[in-house]
């Protein structure tokens, strides 16, 4: 099964940015889904992006759209995270996931099998 390592969060300032890795333990053989979600204090766990490893095709939550871009670097088994313009709100740990198959609504939360331990990230105004 695979593993995933998340990295890349930490403070900042509104309008700064970030970028959140995951380093996968196999290659996108066994992973066709990969999200990036995020959970705040007293919220559910939200989807925010994912890229199907095939074909390249990514998914973005509305909140974060323009500002988030998720990609992935298949020779390193990694996913990233470029999230500019953040804001207060964007506060939250973050948390990369894997799907099997890729089968299931990609901002839902049983759609992936595989959870890393999460990264925080902390904007302030």
């Known amino acids: 099964q695979v593993q995933l390592v998340e990295s890349g969060g930490g403070s900042v300032q509104a309008g700064g940015s970030l970028r959140l890795s995951c380093a996968a333990s196999t290659s996108t053989s066994s992973r066709k889904l990969m999200g990036w979600f995020r959970q705040a204090p007293g919220k559910e766990r939200e989807g925010v992006a994912s890229i199907y490893a095939g074909s390249g095709a990514t998914f973005y939550a509305d909140s974060v759209k323009g500002r988030f871009t998720i990609s992935q670097d298949d020779a390193e088994n990694t996913v990233y995270l470029q999230m500019s313009s953040l804001k207060p709100e964007d506060t939250a740990m973050y948390y990369c996931?894997?799907?099997?198959?890729?089968?299931?609504?990609?901002?839902?939360?049983?759609?992936?099998?595989?959870w890393g331990q999460g990264t925080q990230v902390t904007v302030s105004s």
């Open positions: 996931a894997a799907s099997l198959y890729g089968l299931g609504l990609w901002y839902q939360t049983n759609t992936y099998s595989t």
